[in-house]
């Protein structure tokens, strides 16, 4: 059983663990693209066809071949056979040969022969059958050719990324109707303690509901996995043991959120080690909410402790399920976490040498956003449920002065 | 019909539809507070009962009547008498009087007699059934009294806020299992144009896949709303009009992506303005890209027609379709949007008096964040994919310049 180590400050702490995390077997599935939004892609994604796979008009105008309109202008303007219209959705029957053009709407298909389009704009009617050209255009110009957007075989998505609108998007322009993703890995949860209840009883004096496995779950669903339930253990050590190892044996990862007194934190602990190797590996961070954070590696799977009070669980997880979570889906670092500049109300003290996430609220003003700290003395859900987000005070501050700008790192 | 009016700024765009839309009839449905994730409330959530239910200790400590501790020190500890152990979970069946303490752990329910815990920190054991106390506590000291986090009847949640995983956990504490929310408004998607085909057809020469039924389709899931397919209409106003008003009569906004060519553009709003008064507000918008963008309101529902540009279509999506979904789930607007400061690497250039919307990459460096315009000619929807947001260039301005810190208003 390890001994209760030194505190390890957060980004250590996670660093550790992360470190830890084996590569998963191959954990991916095929999904429709239409329903792929949220899913991390598995596989580099190419191209099968150039984009656009014919000529296409960037304007409404006249095709051209562009040498026939050198030299034209407002004052010397030059004339060109009309010889059709090309109609959208076909490749054009028109040939363009010398001195002749033809009417092209936005995304229409250049007909043969020609090269460039003069925009509507600097054209005139003079007589049927025939178009006034007031400007020359160059080979290619106002035109998208075969290929410049997307050429075959270029890299479209890489892996690891996860798709938004755009990307759903783009893989419907190159017909790829279903995509390989990550696998939603499944997260289970197990709350611990005497005093726990499920949400749909009522408590009794001393009793209380369990709010955490609702709350990760939630966060765990957002952040694309899975929460599975494995219920509420009393503060039993084999009963606990016996589960977390069925859970941890049926899912990717186990949170078991540990309850509120020091004696059955300790057993958490001493379950953890019992899971496999090399078990706890931070027993203790240097952070608050979140101090008791345990966090484990058994057999190549995480294994997380978080504190019974639901802010610390619930903080915690942000700070350190959702990374795992992006580890196991495989998802590439490179997208920002959404932050929101803000200008903090009052001053905040904290204690030197600690990590401190502070909930606050964000108030909209003239002069952007103030951040108003959300303070609760018993850390109650609600102080969450009432904050935009979190603000971090780094450990070698001993606070931050009301008036300074903070990032506010936003709970969605 | 309308003329073509005087294009309008975005905003003024925006305000003048949103203000044309009334109220809709009571669109709520009850769903389980576990899978209410993202859902919107549609009644203000007052506590049933208060929370704590019963005093709790926040320590692991003894439980103490306070004047017994009056005056003691390190110097001077004072004697108390241990009558027991309060457990986890049921109210304690011991009773306080004058010199007595009992153990008790955070989170535990404190035994009549008692108001306040000493820390263990500051107790020592010195003989079996006596506990040495080196610190006195005021009344109510490391105590949660009843109701001190949420009393009861008090307002939770508000109508109007989309449920976090804080705010499932709290209405788990309160053992609020089902909750009142908006339904998903059904949001209606017509793509229109004769070289438009279905992305699991192979295009032929001239044809294109339909992008924005499904790019738009992600957005709205993503937003909180339920896209109906209506599929691919050509060039044909009788066929659209029908169409759109089977649509309107189905759904609570219709979406017309109106095709590339300006014929099909002035089609669409023609069809909008057959659907019902006052029809088409605004026809074309002071912006790029989205220009050609039409709003309109028929009956009470928005109808909008966007340009068939991918690209045009979804940044459009996001300064238009999102804020009407967020009105019709009756969201309070008063979460902010995630935006990322970052530095922009090279000078962009805008027409004055255009509101300008640029995709640009976030690129990580040590002193924050680069912001990287990503340019495509002709606006193809993998310049979004490469894009983590977009940046505001005010009408106002010519441009903006290299090293100035600009707000990227992520895409998610």
Redesign the interface.
């Known amino acids: 059983m390890p001994e209760f180590l030194t505190l390890l400050p957060p980004d250590a702490a996670r660093s550790l663990l992360l470190s830890n995390l084996g590569t998963l077997p191959d954990c991916s599935e095929m999904v429709d ?2 329903s792929a ?2 899913r991390v892609t598995t596989f580099d994604i190419f191209a099968p066809h150039p ?4 000529p ?1 008009s ?1 304007v ?1 105008g006249f095709a051209v071949r562009a040498r026939d309109t050198y030299g034209v202008s407002d004052s010397i303007p030059g004339y060109l056979a009309l010889v059709g219209e090309v ?6 029957e028109i040939k363009l040969t010398g001195g002749e053009c033809a009417l092209i ?5 250049l007909p043969q022969g020609s090269n460039a389009v003069v925009m509507l704009e600097y054209t005139q009617s003079v007589r049927p059958g025939e178009i006034e050209i007031q400007r020359s255009v160059a080979d290619g110009e106002n035109v ?1 050719r075969v290929g ?3 050429s075959e075989n270029q890299l ?2 890489a892996k690891g990324v996860k798709l ?7 893989l ?4 790829i ?1 279903e995509i390989r993703v990550a696998k939603k890995p499944r997260i289970g949860l197990i709350s611990s ?5 499920p ?14 496995s ?6 765990i ?2 952040s694309g996995g899975q929460p599975v339930f494995y219920g509420i253990i009393a ?1 039993n050590f084999e009963m606990l043991k016996v589960k977390a190892a069925q859970a941890l044996e049926e899912c990717e990862m186990l949170i078991v959120t540990a ?5 059955i934190r300790d057993m958490t602990a001493d379950v953890i080690a019992s899971l496999g190797k090399p078990g706890v590996l931070v027993h203790g961070i240097n952070t608050r909410p979140g101090k008791p954070t345990i966090l484990g590696v058994c057999n190549g799977k995480a294994v997380i402790g978080l504190p ?1 009070n ?1 802010v610390s669980a ?1 903080v915690n ?1 942000y700070l350190f399920v959702v990374p795992i979570i992006d580890k196991l889906l495989g998802l590439l670092p ?3 976490r ?4 803000a200008r903090l109300t009052v001053n905040l003290s904290s204690q030197s040498g600690r990590e401190d996430w502070q909930p606050v609220r ?1 108030v ?1 003003t003239i002069d952007g ?1 103030q951040a108003v700290p959300v303070f ?3 850390n ?3 102080s ?2 009432a ?2 987000g979190l603000i971090k005070i780094h450990p070698d501050a001993n606070g931050i002065s009301a008036g300074e700008i903070v990032d506010v790192y ?3």
């Open positions: 693209t239409a939004l949220g984009l656009p796979a014919f296409r960037t409404d109609a959208m959705g076909t490749a054009p709407h936005t995304g229409g298909m998208i410049e957007d997307v479209v998505i938004r609108p755009a990307e759903i998007g783009g419907m322009a190159l017909g109707q303690g005497d005093e726990v209840i949400p749909n009883q009522t408590p009794q004096p001393g009793q209380v509901r369990d709010i955490n609702y709350s990760l779950a939630s966060l669903t957002q503060d309850g509120s007194s020091a004696s019974g639901p619930l997880g490179n997208r920002p959404p932050i929101v500049p964000l909209s956003y609760g003395k018993s109650l859900i609600f969450l449920a904050a935009d936003l709970m969605s």
